[in-house]
């Protein structure tokens, strides 16, 4: 991918070069496809343009399409808050302008993608839902801004509602990002190693933390790296990192040996 955005009318398009899909080939997948709908397309640059992600976009392996929801808004001053009915502080999402934009990029495509609305109101993303989304052709995010969307948005797009976690952000881009490297990394192939993920903490193959890892040097400032791990007995070594496994989720997130048990 080269990373000059291709300013499309309404949308940046990014995208490796268009691989040409064999459609004979039954391995190949679609890519995955990501419009982001949202009023600061540029809080993305960055992240779309390093590391892990930029690759999968250069591979072809998912395509991401920003559309800046302000190109919707027709009045001069490009309006898309408004001062809430019945007072109050802060301004909200106006429906005529959110609506529009949703049912245009919806329109892009032969079939709507899962519309998902970032909100702290939504329930609780986690390795589960990621997991769900990767089976999906195209996931719309929708990122909310100011104090919230007119409830009518709900109401009429019916979207899920989706938070990541109990706190307030000023807008629903970073949770959009969150989304967005969670669920890249289930796409298979884009992590270099093709069952790097499978085991990650918090996924179907694996719901409780990490053992601990070490790397050299053997010792350091006095800490020195289990013995068992050195001495390359796998069976041994397995069975200290199961060990491990239980104690450090004992320890860190008792909850999660509750839900595992249940
Ligand atoms: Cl999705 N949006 C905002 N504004 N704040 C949040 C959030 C989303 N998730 C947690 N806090």
């Known amino acids: 991918m080269q990373f000059s955005w291709e300013r499309n009318r309404r949308c940046f398009h ?3 070069t268009p691989a040409i899909i064999n459609e004979n080939d039954q391995n ?3 890519p995955l496809h990501f419009d982001i709908l949202t009023l600061f397309p540029g809080i993305f640059e960055g992240f779309l343009s390093e590391s892990v992600l930029k690759n999968a976009l250069d591979a072809d392996k998912l395509r991401i399409r920003l559309h800046n929801m302000r190109d919707w808004a027709d009045d001069k001053h490009a309006t898309m808050d408004d001062r809430p009915f019945g007072g109050g502080p802060g301004m909200v999402l106006k429906v005529d302008r959110v609506v529009p934009s949703v049912e245009a990029v919806q329109s892009q495509h032969p079939e709507p ?5 970032l909100t702290p109101q939504g329930r609780t993303f986690n390795q589960r839902f990621a997991e769900s989304l990767v089976e999906e052709k195209r996931i719309l995010l929708l990122c909310g801004r100011y104090e919230g969307f007119d409830e009518r948005i709900v109401e009429l797009l019916k979207p899920e509602e989706i938070s990541i976690g109990d706190y307030i952000l000023n807008g629903g881009e970073i949770a959009a990002m969150v989304v967005i490297e969670s669920v890249m990394r289930l796409i298979p192939g884009v992590l270099g190693d093709q069952d790097s993920n499978q085991y990650d903490s918090f996924s179907s193959g694996n719901r409780l933390l990490d053992c601990a890892q070490y790397t050299r040097p053997r010792e350091y400032r006095g800490l020195a790296v289990p013995e068992v791990l050195l001495n390359g007995h796998h069976a ?9 496994t239980q104690n450090r989720t004992a320890e860190k997130r008792p909850d999660l040996l509750e839900k595992h048990e249940s």
């Open 28 to 30: 190949k997948m679609p």
């Open 113 to 117: 993608g899962r519309l998902l609305m």
């Open 14 to 16: 990014l995208a490796g």
């Open 236 to 244: 041994e070594i397995n069975r200290w990192r199961d060990e491990n």
